[in-house]
């Protein structure tokens, strides 16, 4: 699959597409039937299949700090997105020239001019154009007048409530990811490279390896039992998730940090995804790293007998 990362005005691409457009966070049930249908509707057309996304996402443009959680980074969603069956996806940089044009500058010079397209599909609530001037209904008028066609849809979970990126960051916030889980379509995990560290987990004798989340704001936050894969290593684990007020002052905003159960060895620069099973407690502050060490072990001991409880003991280690 190709990855487009920008467009050239003037050069438009090379075939006719049909395109799915919108923020894609999460690439959940609703985003994957979207992306279904894009990729059927191309091959039986004999079309090419584009998703096209921005990044950062509208609300993280005018938003940084206080924009809804993002539940995926690229490098999260790009495995994903690469499975699927697409021919292209571009993630045009979101900024200030393409969040100024108007909704028939965004259909005439991108959709049309540029991707060629034949085809869209986008959820029933896509808006788009400056100030999210443009509909569906727009685009299907304009469709009439530039010559493709649109289709909308709307993924419910049991029938009668729609799936959204909303939903799940609330369900994550509740610390429900067996809900979560049912509606992206696999287990809620964050993945990353494991950096060097202040050594703090290894001095109170739970040594973690310590991912950066690379985000502002995190849908997790705070302790969790963990599940974590990588490099032909698979554990179960306690994970902290926040900007460390522990022992005293911020450290960098979102760090993850993993501590790996019965596990011994290197971990540093390797790359692992971590799966939330189950919240264990909110990030607390301490008054002395005793204290800390004492709930840590706590910590430890609960996630231990959670897992044991659910019968999770099917892991193949290094």
């Known amino acids: 699959m190709r990855l487009l990362r920008q ?8 075939f006719s597409s049909v395109l ?13 039937w979207l992306i279904r249908r894009t990729v059927e509707y191309a091959k039986k057309h004999q079309l090419k299949s584009i998703l096209l996304s921005f990044d950062p996402m509208p609300a993280e443009f005018f938003s940084p700090t206080s924009s809804p959680a993002r ?16 021919d292209a996806c571009c993630i045009l940089p ?9 909704a028939l500058d965004f259909v005439k010079k991108i959709l049309v001019e540029h991707f060629r397209v034949k085809h869209l599909f986008v959820g029933d609530d896509f808006r788009f154009g400056y100030q999210r001037q443009g509909d569906v209904e727009l685009l299907h008028k304009l469709g009439k007048v530039f010559g493709f066609s649109v289709s909308t849809h709307t993924e419910f979970f049991d029938g009668n409530k729609t ?10 916030k509740a610390g429900d990811f067996l809900l979560a889980e049912k509606l992206l379509g696999r287990p809620y995990k964050n993945r990353g490279r494991v950096v060097y560290g202040a050594q703090l987990g290894r001095q109170l004798g739970c040594p973690t390896a310590n991912i950066p989340m690379n985000r502002h704001v995190s849908p997790v936050h705070g302790v969790y039992v963990v599940f974590v894969e990588g490099d032909n290593l698979q554990y179960y684990g306690v994970a902290s998730v926040g900007n460390r007020p522990a022992v005293g002052g911020k450290g960098p905003a979102f760090l993850l940090e993993v501590h790996l159960f019965d596990f011994s060895g290197n971990l540093y620069g390797k790359r692992l995804e971590v799966s939330y099973l189950h919240k264990l407690r909110d990030e607390w502050m301490f008054d002395s790293l005793d204290a800390l060490k004492i709930q ?22 290094i």
């Open 94 to 102: 979101f900024k200030r020239p393409l969040m100024e044009l108007s």
């Open 296 to 317: 840590i072990q706590q910590d430890c001991e609960m996630a231990r007998q959670y897992l044991k409880k659910r019968q999770y003991n099917n892991v193949r280690k």
């Open 163 to 172: 799936i959204s990126s909303t939903w799940i960051r609330a369900a994550i």
């Open 20 to 32: 799915t457009l919108g923020n894609f966070d999460g690439v959940h049930c609703g985003h994957a």
């Open 7 to 14: 467009l050239t005005f003037g050069h438009p691409l090379e």
């Open 71 to 86: 539940l995926m980074r690229f490098l999260e969603k790009w495995p994903i997105l690469q499975s699927s069956g697409l």
